[in-house]
C-alpha cells in the first residue's frame, strides 16, 4: 500500500512539474487566467495551471515586411512602381493583442497608403534623385501612426522604384549619351596630355643633344688645344736650334734663288756647309 502511495507521489510531482514552462528571452507570453488576461511573463522560468491558464505566445523580435508593388502617380501625373521593406517590432505585446487584429498587416497597408500619400506631392524627378528623403519622411509618419498600435518602426526603404518604359528608355539613352560624351571627353584630354609629354619628351631629348654636342666640341678643343701645347713645349724642348738653323737656311735658299754671287768668307762657307748638310739629313 505504501508502495501506491509512493506512486502517486511521483507522478503527481512530474505532473505538477510539467506546470513549470521556460520562456524564450525574445519571447513574452500573455497569461490569461479563466479567459480572463491576467499579467504577462516575462523571459525566465513560470508557473502555469494547466486548463485554466491559457498562453499566448507574443515574439518580440524585429520582423521584416515585404510591402507588394504598388503603382503610384507622381505629382506630375507620372506612374511610378513602388515597393518597400520595413523592419517592425512589437513594443506592448498585450495592447498589439487585444486591440488590433493583425497588427503587421496593418503596419504593411498603412505603410502603403503613407509612401502613395507622399509621393503624389513630388515630382518624378524628386522621387527618383529623393529616394533617401522619402525613406526619411515615410518612417517618420509611420512611426506616428504606428505608435498608436504598439509597433515600432525601426527602419524603411524603399527596394523599387520604377517610371514607365518610355521613360526608362530615354533615362537609358541619356545616361549613354552622357557615359558617350564623358568618353570622349576623357579622350581629348588623355591625347592633348600625350600630346603635351610627347612635346616635353622631344624638349628634353633636343636640350640633352644640344647638351652633349656642346660637351664633344669642348672636349675636342680641349684636347686640340692640349696637343697644341705638348707640341710647343716639344718645339721648344727638343727643336729650338734647329729651328733657327732652318730658318737661316731659308733666307740663304731666297738669296740665293736668282743667281747671284757673292764672295764669302771661309767661316762663312763653312758654316753654310754645315748648314746644307744638316737639313739634308
Known sequence: MQWIFILIAIILAIYI?????TIKPYQ?????RLSRYSWVLDPWL??????????VKIDMKERVINTPAQEMITRDNTVVTVDAVMFTQIVDP????YEIQDPFIAVS????????????????????WERSKINVKVQMELSEETA??????NKLEISRLDPPIDIQEAMSKQMKAEREKRAQILSAEW???????????????QILEADWRAQAIERIASAKAKALELESIAANTYFKDNAIKKEQLRVIEESLKNNTKYVLDSDIFSWITNIVSWSKK
Open 94 to 97: 498585450v495592447k498589439a493583442l
Open 148 to 153: 498608436k498600435r504598439w509597433i515600432k518602426i
Open 191 to 205: 591625347s592633348k596630355e600625350a600630346a603635351i609629354r610627347e612635346a616635353e619628351w622631344i624638349q628634353q631629348k
Open 28 to 32: 513574452k507570453w500573455v497569461l490569461e
Open 109 to 128: 497597408n498603412l505603410s502603403i497608403t503613407t509612401l502613395r500619400s507622399i509621393i503624389w506631392t513630388m515630382s518624378l524627378d524628386e522621387v527618383l
Open 17 to 21: 512539474l510539467t506546470w513549470i514552462v
Open 46 to 55: 513560470s508557473f502555469i495551471i494547466p486548463f485554466i491558464d491559457r498562453i
